[in-house]
Structures are given as structure tokens and as C-alpha cells.
């Protein structure tokens, strides 16, 4: 399954398949990435994390992929559990700004 | 043992009212943050402080006040409490300013509910 864009806000796959949770950025000065996790009544976790001068980073179970050239972030979770369920967040820092921005989200379901 | 703790979870009031916010977190970060989040699920950036000092403030209404009164704590007070500040508002933390080291650790969230 793949969600495309900040404006979608939902994604289903079934419980082993990969996912792929897509996110635009708008700005050309970021240069650090990460990926949240947020369960319901839960605050924001860390995924994962990427610099600028990478194009892609492995986790456990997750891999992701910055295209800089299209501002572009995805995670990519393989054979996806129960556990996975939850809102994802794209977040980026702007170099100098001192502040992390978080996109939309997605919200990830995965059906048994 | 919590790394960012946030008191109280849940908070209920009515328009016009006064209420506090208090996060710690026992990591020894030098900075910590507030953010609200929507009922879209949207997370904005409210305020940063970084070893007490203000470094962010996000156009936020003058009727939210952030106090550090050390680097392991930083409150939200809010005045006159309006329906649109009923949101679910996190604290979190970091070793450094964003960017310069290290991801942000956020706390449960305190959710605020103005009736």
C-alpha cells in the first residue's frame, strides 16, 4: 500500500504486507528529517532519522528514502504487524531555524 | 521512569478561565518545547527554550505564557481560556537546539478541553 501527499491522511494494508507512507517537504533548506510515530494517546515516537547528505537510511523493519531533487520523504515499512498502527509523521528541520515542522501525518491501519 | 512528563493528562474547563500546564523531563536535555496538536492530528510548534532562555515563540497569543524556571521544566499558563485552545498541547525535549543535536522526546500530552 502507498499513501501519496500530505493531504491524504489515511493508508490501509494488510498485516504483512510492506507499506510505503509518502511526504512532500516545501522547503530546500532542510537538512534533517526524521520520521514520528504517534499511537493513539500516546505522544509522538522517533522512527528514524536522515541528514541531507543521505538518501536513504535503514532501521529495523524500516527504511527512508529522501529525494532531495523533488523534496520528497518516504518510510517504507516491511511486512507490517498489528503494532504498526498509528499516525505517521514526516517532520523536518530547516537548516538554522532551530525548530523542528511536522507535515500532516498518516494515518496507517493495518488489517488482519 | 518517564522521560517527559506532563501534568494533567486530561483538563476541562470553561471559556475564560485560567489554567497551567507543567512538563519535566529527567533527561538532562538543555532544551525543551511546546507544541499543540489539532483535531487534525496537525503538531505546530508553539514555544522552545533552551537552558531557560526563550528561543521560539510562534506568534502565539499573548494569553500563553511558557516559564522555565529550569532547564528541566517548562510550563504553559494559559489566560482566558478561548473554545479554539481546546486542543491536545505536548511538551518535549531535546539534547540541543533542533537541528544541532539529536531528535525531540515528547511527553504524553495533556489534553484541553474548553467549554
Known amino acids: 500500500g502507498e499513501s501519496v501527499g500530505l493531504h491524504l491522511p489515511t493508508l490501509s494494508v494488510q498485516e504483512g504486507d510492506n507499506s510505503i507512507i509518502n511526504c512532500a517537504y516545501s522547503?530546500?533548506?532542510?537538512?534533517?528529517f526524521i520520521w514520528y510515530k504517534q499511537e493513539s494517546g500516546k505522544g509522538p515516537q522517533f522512527i528514524i532519522d536522515?541528514?541531507?547528505?543521505?538518501d536513504k537510511r535503514q532501521g529495523q523493519r524500516v527504511t527512508v528514502l529522501l529525494n532531495k531533487t523533488v523534496k520528497h520523504l518516504s518510510l517504507q515499512i516491511a511486512a507490517t504487524q498489528p503494532g504498526d498502527s498509528a499516525v505517521y509523521f514526516c517532520?523536518?528541520?530547516?537548516?538554522?531555524?532551530?525548530?523542528?515542522?511536522f507535515g500532516q501525518g498518516t494515518r496507517l491501519t493495518i488489517n488482519p | 521512569d518517564t522521560a517527559v512528563s506532563q501534568t494533567p493528562k486530561y483538563l476541562v474547563t470553561q471559556m475564560g478561565n485560567d489554567k497551567s500546564i507543567k512538563c519535566e523531563q529527567n533527561?538532562?536535555?538543555?532544551?525543551m518545547y511546546w507544541y499543540k496538536q489539532d483535531s487534525k492530528k496537525f503538531l505546530k510548534i508553539m514555544f522552545s527554550?533552551?537552558?531557560?532562555?526563550?528561543?521560539i515563540n510562534e506568534t502565539v497569543p499573548n494569553r500563553f505564557s511558557p516559564k522555565s524556571p529550569d532547564k528541566a521544566h517548562l510550563n504553559l499558563h494559559i489566560n482566558s481560556l478561548e473554545l479554539g485552545d481546546s486542543a491536545v498541547y505536548f511538551c518535549?525535549?531535546?539534547?540541543?537546539?533542533?537541528?544541532?543535536?539529536?531528535?525531540?522526546?515528547f511527553g504524553e500530552g495533556s489534553r484541553l478541553t474548553v467549554l
Open positions: 533527561l538532562g536535555h538543555d532544551t
Open positions: 522547503n530546500s533548506a532542510s537538512d534533517y
Open positions: 536522515i541528514r541531507s547528505n543521505m
Open positions: 527554550y533552551n537552558n531557560k532562555e526563550l528561543i
Open positions: 517532520a523536518e528541520i530547516v537548516q538554522g531555524a532551530q525548530k523542528l515542522v
Open positions: 518535549a525535549s531535546s539534547p540541543q537546539l533542533a537541528g544541532v543535536g539529536g531528535e525531540l522526546f
